[in-house]
């Protein structure tokens, strides 16, 4: 079983910025997807951004050019840094990890993003 650990949230004005961290359990080279969904009151999780092992990356056209999704091998972490942030941005944003072999699916604790002035 891989937790996932989240932490960065929290309330930052429009037009600013924050970052979100991810630490899994296992070896991050254990896990063959990575990235971060989100969800807001009212509305479906959707795809924010995700990274694949070899570096791929795919995002959520409502993020594209605003929020980077990164990997640090050596600190066993993804991050993803969301600039430009708007009202439309708050949420709680979870992070999300397939593991390599199984397939299983993991999901973090989930972290709030509120961006309001």
């Known amino acids: 079983q891989v937790q996932l650990v989240e932490s960065g949230g929290g309330l930052v004005q429009p037009g600013g910025s924050l970052r979100l961290s991810c630490v899994p359990s296992e070896n991050i080279f254990s896990i063959y997807v990575m990235g971060w969904y989100r969800q807001a009151p009212g509305k479906q999780r959707e795809k924010v951004a995700i990274?694949?092992?070899?570096?791929?990356?795919s995002y959520g056209a409502s993020v594209k050019g605003r929020f980077t999704i990164s990997r640090d091998n050596a600190k066993n972490m993804v991050s993803l840094q969301m600039n430009s942030l708007q009202p439309e941005d708050t949420a709680v944003y979870y992070c999300?990890?397939?593991?390599?072999?199984?397939?299983?699916?993991?999901w973090g604790q989930g972290t709030q993003v509120t961006v309001s002035s």
């Open positions: 999300h990890g397939i593991q390599v072999g199984t397939g299983n699916n993991y």
């Open positions: 990274m694949f092992s070899d570096n791929t990356v």
